[in-house]
């Protein structure tokens, strides 16, 4: 599927998106902790990596992946605190060793990657038994702003494919009229 236009990567730290979206909410929400070692995966230019290295401390890593130099580029120079590894992933393939993670984050993600049964069996692979994965996407709805209708996975087939996956569905919920907000466990 078509990836984020590093064109427009203005738009994922946007005031505007600050002001719909607190990341450290969302991030502590999800249970996120001191001393954790969290992936975002799909980072983009950070706007959930860097909260999340202050919410995870010295104590904790952050591991943020993206298949575009682009994306991490635009972090580096942000200068992220030192518990930020940045690492470019493959479209299928994350290079982590298996049960690496204690939480991990695909926001706005999914509906980006070509084949989204070989990407979560990776994703789960790279999480510790028990571990959260979280999932955020976009309401499939027309709309001004975000990706076309064609692209975007409803709520209901973004849960088929994370049971599929291997991961038990904690709670489902909206953000707001845009975006859902999946809670799951690896099962
Ligand atoms: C819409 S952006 C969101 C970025 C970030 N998660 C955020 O919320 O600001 C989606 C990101 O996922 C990345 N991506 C797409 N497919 C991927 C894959 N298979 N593995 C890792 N990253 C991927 C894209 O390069 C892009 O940076």
New binding site residues.
């Given amino acids: 599927?078509a990836?984020?236009d590093?064109g427009k990567i203005g738009l994922?730290?946007s005031d505007e998106?600050y002001a719909e979206t607190d990341p450290t909410d969302i991030l502590i929400g999800a249970g996120l902790k001191k001393g954790d070692v969290f992936g975002?995966?799909?980072?983009?230019?950070?706007?959930?990596t860097i909260p999340a290295s202050y919410i995870v401390g010295r104590e904790g890593m952050v591991y943020a992946?993206?298949?575009?130099e682009e994306?991490l580029e635009e972090l580096r120079k942000r200068r992220p605190p030192e518990n930020v590894r940045i690492v470019r992933?493959?479209?299928?393939s994350?290079p982590l060793d298996e049960e690496t993670l204690d939480l991990a984050?695909?926001?706005?993600?999914l509906h980006?990657?070509?084949r989204g049964d070989t990407?979560l069996r990776e994703v789960r692979r790279v999480l510790r038994s028990g571990a959260t994965l979280v999932v955020?996407e976009w309401e499939k709805m027309e709309e001004e702003k975000g990706?076309p209708f064609e692209e975007r996975i409803s709520k209901e087939d973004a849960k088929r494919m994370l049971e599929e996956g291997g991961f038990r569905i904690v709670k489902s919920e909206n953000l707001n009229p845009s975006h859902y907000y999946i809670h799951t466990v690896k099962a």
């Fill in positions: 599927m990836k984020f590093p994922l730290l998106r975002d995966i799909g980072c983009g230019p950070g706007f959930f992946l993206d298949v575009q994306m992933s493959l479209e299928d994350i984050l695909l926001a706005y993600v980006e990657v070509e990407f955020l990706p």
